[in-house]
């Protein structure tokens, strides 16, 4: 097990000054089995009330609203977090009984259809199908398909934009972990395998020290469902584990962006951005 600090700042600043903004923030890791949370907090400037809620997908949100003018924005989300390595069951769900399960668990049914950021071009169909067609069992397929977009794909940045979709990315193959993800569901979807999007942290390095600080990022992987949620990193291609931190769940980006709101007056000049995470032990 790992415990880790995790410290999320970003922002916006502004073109003269926005009167009011209302925002909402999903920055927060949340208690769940292989992780417990021993501190969260988000601090914002300018200060302001805030209240928590869970949105639909279960994902922890704070809200909170600045009615003051002001020229800039920053929040300042601080965890502090005991990460364990994922133990899965050996995998033995048939494709009859994932389509069984496709109908009779509304979280499973939730994570099927494509969005207008997943929906997958004709090419990575095929290589989706031709996985399921080398395998035997869902887990595996999906696991190879998992593995299979990741190595096509090459993380880059600046290359594409935020409302960019599976189909540009792939077309492209290239992106940052958002976009890779887009492709990988599209791609599990496609043959019927449930799949969700998940949006957290990962610490870059295996064998960083204890107290050492270093510069993370905001991470994004995949959850796919054979029986039970099993987790994968096409982005770095390896198996969600000790060094990832969850936040929340959703169908794509959409459900699960870190801060999005809106604001009154000025209009933004740019935002920021910066993750620090520590291994404490």
């Known amino acids: 097990m790992k415990r880790m600090r ?56 704070t809200a909170f609203e600045v009615l ?4 800039e924005l920053m929040l300042t989300a601080s965890s502090l ?24 668990s509304v979280e499973v049914v939730e994570q099927l259809p494509q969005s207008r950021r997943t929906a997958p071009p004709d090419e990575l169909v095929g290589l989706a199908r031709d ?19 990741g190595a096509e794909m090459s993380y880059v940045q600046g290359v594409t934009k935020v409302d960019d979709t599976a189909v540009e990315a792939w077309a492209a193959r290239r992106g940052v972990c958002q976009d890779i993800v887009h492709v ?4 599990l979807r496609a043959v019927g395998i449930p799949a969700r999007y998940v949006s957290g942290y990962l610490h870059p390095n295996p064998e960083a020290a204890i107290g050492e600080t270093v510069v993370g990022e905001s991470h994004a992987w995949v959850e796919y469902f054979c029986g039970s949620w099993r987790g994968w990193d096409p982005t770095n291609l390896i198996e969600v ?6 936040v929340g769940h959703g169908r794509d980006y959409d459900d699960i962006a870190p801060i999005r709101g809106v604001y009154a007056g000025a209009e933004a000049a740019d935002t920021f951005v910066r993750v620090e995470i520590t291994r404490e032990a």
Do not use: K
């Not at 003051?68 to 020229?71: D, L, Q, T, V, W």
């Open 184 to 187: 990988t569901l599209g791609a």
């Open 241 to 246: 584990g000790d060094r990832h931190v969850y």
């Open 81 to 104: 977090i005991e990460v364990a390595p994922p133990v899965h069951e050996a995998c033995a769900l048939s494709w009859p009984e994932l389509s069984d399960l496709r109908v009779s």
């Open 68 to 71: 003051s003018p002001h020229g």
């Open 6 to 61: 995790v410290t999320h700042t970003t922002g916006f600043r502004y073109r003269g000054e926005a009167s009011a903004s209302y925002n909402e923030a999903r920055m927060l890791p949340d208690s769940r089995p292989g992780q417990t949370v021993l501190s969260a907090h988000i601090d914002t400037r300018p200060s302001a009330p805030q209240y928590d809620y869970r949105d639909y997908w279960g994902t922890r949100v």
């Open 131 to 149: 996985a399921v067609a080398s395998t035997s069992t869902p887990c595996a397929a999906a696991e190879l398909i998992c593995a299979r977009v």
